[in-house]
């Protein structure tokens, strides 16, 4: 059973930056493709970014390219989200998922493809 837990998650004022970590247990964390998807109030989760397992190739929802960066530790097992510039549409649960799968690039937005999920951090932007 692998279990992935975030942290992170508050209240910011707009423009504000917030940084999110995620962790996994059972395997290496590099046996891992890993992503962050979001889910604003009342709207269906969405797609933020991922990581590639082996090669640590990224990918972004292209709305938040620049301001959003996904980036990981191997010595901490962690994965992080660093987000700048918050802007009140970017309020919602933020998810962290992992799949032991290797994914293809248009794969990496599905979120179908990841079989281990967090139960997501609170992102609240206002002020």
């Known amino acids: 059973q692998v279990h992935v837990l975030e942290s992170g998650g508050g209240r910011v004022q707009p423009g504000g930056s917030l940084r999110l970590s995620c962790a996994t247990s059972?395997?290496?964390?590099?046996?891992?493709?890993m992503a962050w998807f979001r889910q604003p109030p009342g709207k269906d989760r969405e797609f933020v970014a991922a990581l590639k397992r082996q090669s640590g190739g990224t990918s972004y929802a292209d709305s938040l390219k620049g301001r959003f960066t996904i980036s990981r530790d191997n010595a901490k097992n962690t994965l992080d989200l660093q987000m700048n510039s918050l802007q009140p549409e970017d309020t919602a649960v933020y998810y962290c998922?992992?799949?032991?799968?290797?994914?293809?690039?248009?794969?990496?937005?599905?979120?179908?493809?990841?079989?281990?999920w967090g139960q997501g951090t609170q992102v609240a932007v206002s002020s």
């Open positions: 998922a992992a799949t032991s799968s290797r994914l293809i690039t248009s794969s990496l937005r599905r979120e179908e493809r990841y079989e281990y």
């Open positions: 059972g395997r290496a964390f590099t046996a891992y493709t």
